[in-house]
């Protein structure tokens, strides 16, 4: 019999290493839950800003003059976005781009038309590699030219990032919206302010650039970044426009897609109304109606696309209320209740949303191809008036008495038919005290957030508490740590640690990023012709890759080597882990895009693959066992 004696010193460090594991557990689940918190009132706040009704009150918001029934003080616009001109299948978006500019342009007659990025595809038809192509810029600058739409009304269009895909800088001959698009030719810049003027006052319209500077090719150039000296250019922009009745920002990208100074941008946005935009498309049919309200008051609305679901815009300044409606080409008529407003929209503080209180007729806008031949209206099931049209404009309206609707939300209902059996129904709520219903969730929280920061968290989150498992197994031997038949595997424990470590602090693979160029790309960003560009599309790939073949990886090799000797791990085991490295080879293949060279210079990504198939018959062949 032997017996082993603890002395004091060995009892000491045991007590110490017992305290310190419990401390780095302590702080692990209380990290967790702070992570936790965060996540749930960050969706609450998003949530509830959709809801807040807004104290503080416009200048003018009991000042006439209030709607009435005559044709004045309305303005009417339109926005399309994501239209894709690409070199496949190009004829059907050209054609309805083409009918767009003539027939809806034309009949409607808009003061301006936001052209809101991605006026081409640039993709090869594989859609896996990326390049601009004169081709379809110049369909694009055909359609213009040939239905003259420039002529007719302010075009103004902006870059998207597929404008930007394999476009080294600004100035480079690879750039062709210098050529091609329609409002560098008028203002130089890719970033302008263009003014309506009317005799009832100056509306803004504020257009910028967060392309970022070179571009990659795909799929890395999915965010915008906005520097220093670009917010210091947008702040003398939206100055020059301080005394005007409104101003719209537009860009390609919402501002939670931009990377840079998210506080900044925003404060120079807060005294506009809305800012429109694109670039989202429908979130994979997950939201066709993407409009967000920030705590400033001010909207974001993304408009679906062009290019698949030909969406497009109609916008108006009614008496300074604004209203919009999202529709779809070739679906006549169109109807905007102007007032009373959508209470979905209602933005107190920008807009002087008291004159509808004050205001004696409904108004709506109809457009058609066809003479409209009835305009009726109900408001919470009454019918009023039949609506009457204002001289010759697309202004419908008929008298209403506001004063019994004074509180709560009420609903009104418009329908509009042409001569030609087309008919149209919209129904929408309003309120005259301020009660805004509330936003949908989903959109809201994504239009508000800071998409850069959040995935950032989130990698750094996952990625740490992985690490720290592992370490903390591998520096303690109680049981309570699970990965303990893991990190008694040497042969298998360390170059996994290796790669995980790796994977968030170095390179992951290098490839050419821009034509007859080459770069790296890592969790933190990319870095080509001597320029960083910080990450954020990385930290979600990132994100990806830890909770989907790190995290499986782990386990099932824990799994295998806990497994007692001459059996097996059940079959969802393997399936599971068959899973996650056939994503990984998948995902492996996407960077091809970038040329075979990321398949071969990968350590971070592709060659992960070969590892882990070693890994696992290192593990196989420790324990003994066979699948």
């Not at 990025?117 to 369909?139: C, M, V």
């Not at 702040?235 to 998210?262: C, D, E, M, Q």
């Not at 497009?312 to 529709?327: C, E, I, K, Q």
């Amino acid at each position: 019999l032997t017996t082993t004696v603890h002395s004091p010193m060995h009892s000491s460090i045991y007590a110490r290493f017992v305290g310190m594991k419990v401390r780095v557990l302590y702080v692990i689940a209380v990290s967790s839950a702070v992570f936790c918190s965060w996540l749930i009132t960050y969706s609450f706040d998003c949530y509830y800003h959709g809801s807040v009704v807004h104290p503080s009150k416009h200048p003018k918001d009991d000042q006439p003059p209030f709607p009435d029934g005559s044709l004045n003080n309305i303005v009417w616009f339109l926005q399309i976005s994501d239209l894709h001109v690409s070199i496949v299948n190009k004829f059907a978006v050209v054609e309805d781009l083409t009918y767009f500019c003539s027939e809806t342009v034309g009949i409607v007659d808009p003061a301006v038309v936001l052209v809101t990025g991605d006026l081409t595809h640039a993709k090869y038809p594989n859609e896996r590699h990326s390049r601009q192509f004169d081709e379809e810029w110049i369909e694009y600058a055909e359609v213009l030219s040939k239905t003259r739409v420039t002529e007719r009304v302010p075009w103004l269009d902006i870059r998207g990032n597929h404008d930007n895909f394999d476009v080294l800088s600004h100035g480079d001959q690879g750039n062709k919206f210098l050529q091609y698009s329609a409002s560098w030719q008028h203002h130089g810049s890719f970033s302008y302010r263009y003014t309506h003027h009317t005799p009832f006052g100056n509306y803004s319209f504020l257009g910028f650039d967060a392309c970022p500077s070179p571009g990659p090719r795909r799929p890395f150039n999915f965010f915008g970044i906005l520097h220093d000296e670009d917010l210091e250019a947008l702040k003398r922009l939206a100055a020059s426009s301080f005394h005007h009745n409104h101003t719209v920002w537009f860009s390609h990208y919402p501002s939670a897609t931009i990377t840079g100074n998210h506080h900044a941008l925003r404060s120079l946005m807060y005294r506009s109304v809305a800012h429109v935009c694109g670039h989202l498309h429908t979130l994979g049919d997950l939201a066709f109606h993407m409009y967000g309200r920030h705590p400033g008051g001010h909207l974001e609305l993304e408009l679906g696309d062009f290019k698949y679901y030909r969406r497009f815009r109609l916008l108006a300044f009614d008496h300074d209320l604004f209203s919009f409606t999202d529709v779809t080409l070739r679906q006549w008529p169109l109807v905007l209740i102007t007032n009373p407003k959508d209470a979905h929209f209602l933005a107190p503080s920008r807009e002087p949303t008291g004159r509808m209180a004050h205001s004696s007729h409904v108004r709506v806008l109809a457009f058609s191809p066809s003479p409209i031949t009835s305009v009726q209206a109900w408001v919470d099931g009454e019918p009023l008036p039949a609506l009457v049209k204002q001289g010759e404009g697309p202004l419908y309206t008929a008298p209403w008495h506001p004063e019994g609707l004074a509180r709560g939300l009420h609903t009104i209902e418009v329908f509009v038919q042409d001569s030609a059996g087309r008919k149209r129904n919209v129904t929408q709520q309003f309120s005259l005290d301020g009660t805004l219903p509330p936003l949908l969730v989903l959109p809201q929280m994504l239009l508000l957030a800071d998409l850069h920061s959040l995935f950032q968290m989130e990698f750094y989150f996952l990625w740490l508490t992985l690490l720290a498992s592992l370490l903390l197994s591998w520096t303690h031997s109680a049981q309570s740590f699970h990965f303990q038949p893991l990190v008694r595997t040497k042969g298998v424990f360390y170059p996994l640690l290796g790669y995980i470590i790796y994977f968030g602090i170095g390179p992951w693979y290098i490839g050419e990023l821009l034509t007859g160029m080459y770069g790296w790309v890592s969790v933190r960003g990319v870095s080509v012709a001597g320029h960083f560009l910080p990450g954020s599309v990385t930290y979600l790939y990132g994100v990806i890759q830890v909770l989907l073949f790190q995290i499986p990886l782990t386990c099932y090799l824990n799994r295998v080597l806990s497994c007692d000797r001459g059996t097996c791990c059940s079959v969802v085991w393997h399936v599971s882990f068959l899973c996650s490295l056939l994503l990984q080879c998948g995902l492996s293949y996407g960077f091809t895009s970038y040329g075979m060279l990321p398949l071969l210079l990968s350590p971070g990504v592709a060659w992960s693959i070969p590892l882990s198939l070693f890994l696992v018959y290192r593990a196989f062949r420790s324990n003994g066992t066979r699948s």
